[in-house]
């Protein structure tokens, strides 16, 4: 983190801010008002730093390719790098046993929220020999325990429930502050244990891992905290402002007891702000990679992009070298089932910039007729994010084939002016 945060300053991409913040509301209301990422050396006497991956600008910078060739990249990594297990770490360079939550600058960051919010704590649980990680909404309870909001089927609620129902704590260890090429990889949806390797592989140098007294390994970050979740145990999680930007519902979800806390000197902790564009990042270009190679089993893909307006999860536009009729439409299916809560998308030719959302307006107006281009997918799984779908996470899709007629390609030939 520090090494990124030294490259996003020599850059002058790192807005830095000096004077005193609280962590109720005023680092939050700061970060959203700014573009990039943003460090506050004093809330409440601690340092922070927002929108570490606040835009594709930063992204192309932790990978090192141009911002179009992202998801060519993410696409082509496959989760097989190095992970080390080394003995020490910098996180360790100080131990609290005494546990106080409240010390951390754990931010409150909308009105109606239930309390102060974990947002970046990627959670390594281990089960079975099968290790996880992945990044859970984390309410703060009291000085010792949080609400975790794990959702089904996933790995974690999975081996929750595989621990519960044989009345065991899960260890676990929330880790805050790590490399974020780490970070991102705990958003990703690699194969289980997967994800520190597929870290390795994107930054091209091995993970190391170092073992908490608990037994979890985990990387190396500003902040480490050490607990289990309890069998049985459950308080109210929510309200929460999810990637839409609306308020989640409030359920009854398992509590973590923290025992230990493990931190470097003057630590950085990192807070992603809830439907921020860091948020939505984390979110969406995980799946971009997974769109991206199922649509090449149908035709010849150029590039995806979920963006923004469809809080970077709902809409995508899908890029495209069409060779015959039907590929659109083709494709638009192979949206779908890439990216299941994905409830709009739109596919269009290679001549079209799609992170330009005045071009891809300018191919719906001019390349689609509304009766032959249009697909209407109703009573299908979409998103438990989406307000608008059912109870039942049913919805309606819609795909759009704004992709020319080839046999008529002249009449859709966009005129060029020679240099």
């Known amino acids: 983190m520090r090494e990124f945060i030294d490259q996003l300053r020599k850059n002058g991409k790192l807005v830095e801010i000096t004077e005193p913040v609280s962590k109720v509301f005023d680092a939050p209301r700061i970060a959203k008002k700014t573009p990039g990422p943003v460090l506050f050396h004093d809330i409440d006497g ?18 090192g390719v141009d911002k179009d060739k992202i998801i060519k990249k993410l696409s082509e990594v496959s989760p097989d790098g190095e992970v080390v297990i080394v003995k020490d770490s910098p996180t360790m360079e100080v131990i609290e046993d005494e546990v106080d939550l409240t010390k951390l600058p754990i931010m409150t960051h909308f009105e109606k929220d239930a309390g102060p919010y974990l947002t970046a704590g990627v959670v390594v649980t281990e089960y079975d020999g099968v290790m996880n990680a992945a990044i859970h909404r984390l309410l703060v309870v009291d000085k010792t325990r949080l609400a ?4 089904a089927p996933r790995h974690s609620y999975v081996m929750h429930k595989k621990a519960s129902d044989k009345g065991e704590k899960l260890p676990i260890a929330i880790v805050l502050g790590a490399d974020p090429t780490v970070t991102f990889a705990s958003t990703t949806r690699v194969p289980a244990g997967k994800e520190f390797n597929y870290a390795a592989a994107l930054r091209g140098r091995p993970v190391e891992l170092f073992e908490c007294s608990n037994g979890i390994k985990v990387p190396h970050a500003e902040i480490v905290l050490e607990g289990y979740i309890d069998p049985v145990e459950r308080v109210d999680e929510g309200p929460f402002v999810d990637i839409t930007g609306t308020y989640d519902l409030v359920r009854k979800e ?24 860091e948020h939505l990042l984390m979110m969406g270009v995980p799946y971009e990679p997974r769109i991206f190679n199922a649509v090449s089993e149908v035709t010849t893909v150029k590039n995806v992009v979920l963006t923004e307006g469809g809080c970077c999860y709902l809409h995508a536009v899908v890029q495209i070298e069409k060779q015959t ?6 494709a638009i299916m192979a949206a779908f089932a890439a990216h299941t809560s994905l409830k709009h998308v739109v596919v269009v030719d290679d001549d079209i910039d799609i992170f330009d959302l005045h071009d891809v307006e300018f191919a719906i107006a001019t390349r689609v007729k509304g009766d032959m281009d249009v697909m209407i997918i109703p009573n299908v799984r979409g998103s438990s994010l989406d307000p608008r779908g059912a109870p039942d996470g049913t919805t309606t899709k819609m795909g759009i084939d704004a992709t020319k007629v080839l046999k008529e390609a002249q009449n859709f030939e966009r005129a060029k002016m020679p240099e």
């Open 46 to 63: 601690n340092k922070a730093i927002m929108n570490v991956l606040g835009s594709r600008d930063e992204l192309a910078t932790m990978f």
């Open 148 to 151: 975790a909001r794990l959702v």
């Open 254 to 277: 398992p509590v973590i007891h923290i025992t230990r806390i493990l931190h470097r000197k003057d630590p950085i902790y990192h807070g992603i702000l809830p439907a921020g564009p």
């Open 325 to 330: 009729e039907g590929d659109g439409k083709n």
